[in-house]
């Protein structure tokens, strides 16, 4: 078993690379099908999500070659029908994308029910409700999603909660449908707009992605492209979450600063220096926070992919904060671990109450989640003394070399097999 070891009380000094982001190159990869040609999709981060998602797009007969820069090409033109095994699509939330990109292109499609972080009951009643005001069929039986039709008609689809994957997946859906198809209430976030973009850059007709009403034109079909994927703002987040508490003086490259507002602006409530530049963004700490309240929300409100890392933090500053989680449910899970460290956290529902501690202390901890085993990361290179953590598998589910560059900012960090 593959463990994390961090010797913890450094600051972090240096630059850092922020790598391809994670939540928009999961549904690329699977749009590819729609194009039913050959497709490069550049600036992909070496993560095993991305490994997944490129195991299933194999086993459904696309021919994939991922290069260590993060070039995929991807061939999807002797697919000729999609039914995704159970085995890979239950380890991935993402798999689901292959619905909205397979009912598209094939009017047929079956995927195993999604698998992904356990972070609440995570429903796909608006993914599917959007699929049958299109036209389509859906079924759920023994464990599988079977989505078919004779046509897709564009329509107005109202969305009753604000869904990231909801929006991609019925944007992929109707982007070859009959006429217009509008989405109302509309997720806005970065990763939204930079699956538009590519399904634009392979001929689709979709506006308004990034606000709340996306319009949609039925094109005939599409065809194959070469595109790059925006950076990752939640990596980018994480590092810059990290260094306010450890201190020190880090530049974080390769980000898009305007995605990044909302972090920016409540590290500089807790009294962190953050300067933005063009596409990079520095931060600046002596490492002595002040205690702030977060909401998350979707974009741009702060995001729940930030709110553990920003826990962590949390804990060693001086005052009270108060985090409160109101996109999913139980998203809360490792702050027991955190407490194992020394934090003083009280969680009551979808709220967490943090009382700023002096200082957190290096413990044996288990990564739960993905973004759970990243504030434990965080809370390492805090604490004092060393920290060890389990189930690390979660964490290079969505970060790429990161201890390598954690290294690199004069972190002590390591990774054991034992
Ligand atoms: C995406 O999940 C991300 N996952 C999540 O990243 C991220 O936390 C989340 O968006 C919010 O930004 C991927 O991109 C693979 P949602 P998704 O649909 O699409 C409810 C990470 O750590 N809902 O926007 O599943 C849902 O229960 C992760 O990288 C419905 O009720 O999120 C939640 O409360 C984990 N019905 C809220 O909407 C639906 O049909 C937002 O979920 C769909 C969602």
Redesign the pocket.
Known sequence: MEKIIIEGGYELNGAVEVSGF??AA??IIPASILAGERCVVENLPMIK?IFCISNIMSSIGADIELNENGTMVIDTSKITKIVAPYDLSRQ???SYYLLGAGLSRFKEVEVAYPG??D???????????GFEALGAKVDIEHGVIKCRADKLVGTKIYL?????????NIMMAAVCAEGRTTIENA?K?P?VVDVANYLNSMGADVKGAGTDVIRIEGVEKLHGCTYSVIPDQ?EAGTYLVAVAATGGDVLVKNVIPKHLESIIAKLRETSANIIEYDDSVRVISNGKLVGVNVKTL??PGF???LQQPMAAILSIAEGSSVITES???ARFKYIDELKRMGANIKVDGRVAIIEGVKELTGARVRAT???AGVALVVAGLIAKGKTEIDDVFHIDR?YENIEQKLLGLGAKIYRVNR
Do not use: M, W
């Open positions: 994670k939540n999961l549904p999500d991935i939330r993402a992904g972080c972070i609440g009951t995570r429903p796909i009643d608006q993914h599917i409700k009753d909660v604000v869904s990231v994957g909801a929006t991609i997720a976030e990763h939640i979707p974009y995001p729940t992919d996109v999913f449910e989640d993905l973004r969505g």
